[in-house]
């Protein structure tokens, strides 16, 4: 019996798996059939939703002043985000800020800054400062906190303690040693890390508008909202070409400063 | 000392640049220090009214939070298993060169729209329900699964293939018995990063109306239920760090395997 299972272990392994896939699929009482017949309402929809309105973009000035709105807020985000994740790691890190247990709170921040879904944040935000691109501002500079906090603690915590050592043998104090000799080798990753953000942050800054954020998210949101899928499908390709730029130019950039 | 005049300059200028930049910027977000400070008290007073969480609440929270995890384990499940089949086409050491091209680009276009549109448009097909938030979960796994499955399979190695097809092994043969052996524990762990990026998706995919415990949460807020918001908030952040630690121990289990 034993030979038999290890025999076909792979077979039972799918096995599992779909009977799985198939209680799961009880479990949340999906109707699998409703795919196939209302299929229909696809194709009516993909009929609606062509030929793209693109004119809507140049009708009016507001598209184009809400896609700078998303970039501002993901550039603000990614900033200030970034700046203060910096002090957080400075003082998370354990080999440059010496105080075990003021380190070990700070990295405690961090990690449940990273476990709370944005969702809740910008509902906080949204309570507190109203809705609009303020409150996707500062929902993205909590998440960046949570992110590049992580990123840029384990780099510091990574840097070759050589330089550093040398230098105290030389007298220097602790800030001369983090300008002379920490800093020089952080910044790349620091700028790195900064860029696969503001990436990510475009893409969070998009997503948020549906909660109040603002920016070209809040109006794909409402052109679907009121049904002007011609409209969306518009703001939809926008938005693709938009990621897909900034994204490209991120790695990009990012390459180009970590060859050098 | 014409260049370093020169340098200087142009530091400056990149300088001036940079504080303009984020002045408008600011302008743009409508970016108001006044508007934090009063912010901050009147945030700091709601979250004061959270507190304490509403206990009796918790036993309504386990079936929205179960369904949340089935949504996101479902999404996963079949998101990597599309991610698969397109990869094989991403892949260059199997596909042709032109798929391989059409498939990339497809790829990181699916990659730029965020999930929550993806619903918004399935939702008008389907309408709202587990249907659609499974079907916005899967096509979402394509952006991240198909380019992570892709490389990986492209860093088989080629004398495997070579060898395969020497040896008169069809493609499904080479794909059956070479590469998924050589790639599976990859994709494991690429599924299990994405499930925990699901998991928080699906909570936010909850709240436009696919259910679960994102729902409640949304739906205690804006009702203004402070303490059931906070008791299903809890709910969310055991879901999130469960799913972290598990997928974080079955990782480590199958880096010792590999081993």
Redesign the interface.
């Known amino acids: 019996m034993k030979t038999f299972l290890m025999e076909h272990k792979r077979w039972f392994q799918t096995l599992l ?1 779909l009977i ?2 198939f209680l ?2 009880q ?6 059939t ?2 196939f017949t ?1 299929f229909h ?2 194709f009516e ?1 993909i009929n609606e939703m062509f030929p793209p309105n693109f004119d809507v973009i140049w009708d009016n000035n507001t598209i184009f ?1 809400s896609i ?2 998303t ?3 993901a ?2 985000g990614t ?1 200030i985000g970034g700046l203060i994740a910096f002090l957080f790691s400075i003082i998370a890190s354990n080999n440059i800020f010496n105080f075990k247990l003021i380190g070990s709170i700070a990295k405690w921040v961090l990690s449940f800054i990273r ?6 944040v910008i ?3 949204v ?4 809705p ?3 409150a ?3 929902t993205i500079i909590f998440a960046t906190i949570g992110t590049l906090g992580k990123l840029f603690t384990e780099s510091l915590e990574n840097l070759d303690p050589t330089s550093a050592q040398s230098l105290q043998s030389t007298g220097a104090h602790k800030l001369q040693t983090f300008k002379y000799a920490v800093w020089p080798e952080f910044v790349p990753a620091f700028i790195s890390n900064l860029l696969y953000c503001f990436d990510i942050n475009m ?1 969070v800054a ?2 948020l508008g ?2 109040g954020g ?1 920016g070209i ?1 809040y109006k ?2 409402l052109a ?1 909202r009121v ?1 002007h ?1 011609k409209d969306a499908v518009a703001l ?1 390709i926008c ?2 070409i938009l ?2 730029i900034i ?1 490209n130019l991120s790695n990009y950039l990012r390459h180009k400063i970590l060859r050098n | 000392m014409q260049t370093s005049m020169f340098k200087k300059i142009v530091q400056i200028v990149a300088f001036l640049s940079f504080i303009l930049v984020t002045y408008f910027a600011m302008q743009a977000c409508g970016f108001k220090i006044e508007a934090l400070q009063k912010g901050l008290k009147d945030g700091m007073f709601f979250l004061t009214a959270m507190f304490p969480p509403n206990w009796t609440d918790f036993k309504s929270m386990v079936a929205p939070a179960l369904e949340t995890l089935a949504l996101s384990i479902l999404g996963t499940l079949l998101g990597s298993l599309v991610s698969f089949i397109i990869a094989i086409f991403a892949a260059s050491n199997i596909s042709n060169k032109w798929v391989k091209l059409f498939i990339r680009s497809f790829i990181s276009i699916e990659r730029s729209i965020p999930e929550l549109f993806i619903l918004l448009i399935l939702i008008a097909a389907y309408g709202l329900g587990a249907l659609s938030a499974v079907l916005a979960l899967m096509i979402g796994c394509i952006g991240m699964l198909g380019k992570l499955f892709a490389d990986a399979i492209e860093e088989t190695p080629t004398s495997l293939i070579e060898s395969m097809k020497a040896s008169g092994a069809s493609k499904i043969q080479i794909i059956y018995y070479g590469i998924l052996p050589d790639v599976f524990p990859k994709l494991i762990s690429y599924a299990l990063f994405r499930l925990e990026i699901n998991i928080r998706l699906s909570v936010m995919l909850g709240a436009i109306g696919a259910g679960g415990i994102g729902f409640e949460l949304d739906y205690a807020f804006s009702m203004l239920q402070y303490n059931r918001a906070l008791s299903s908030l809890i709910m969310v952040l055991i879901l999130v760090i469960g799913i972290e630690q598990l997928s974080a121990y079955i990782r480590k289990r199958l880096l010792i395997n590999q081993i």
């Open positions: 798996v799985g896939m799961l699929i479990y949340l009482k999906i109707d699998i409703i795919l209302d309402y696809v929809l002043n700078l709105q970039i501002s807020m550039y603000l900033l476990v709370l879904p944005s969702l809740v509902l906080i935000f309570v507190a400062v109203g609009g691109p303020f996707g501002v500062l893409r998009v997503g549906i909660f603002g998210g794909l949101y679907m049904l899928y939809i938005i693709i990621l897909l994204e």
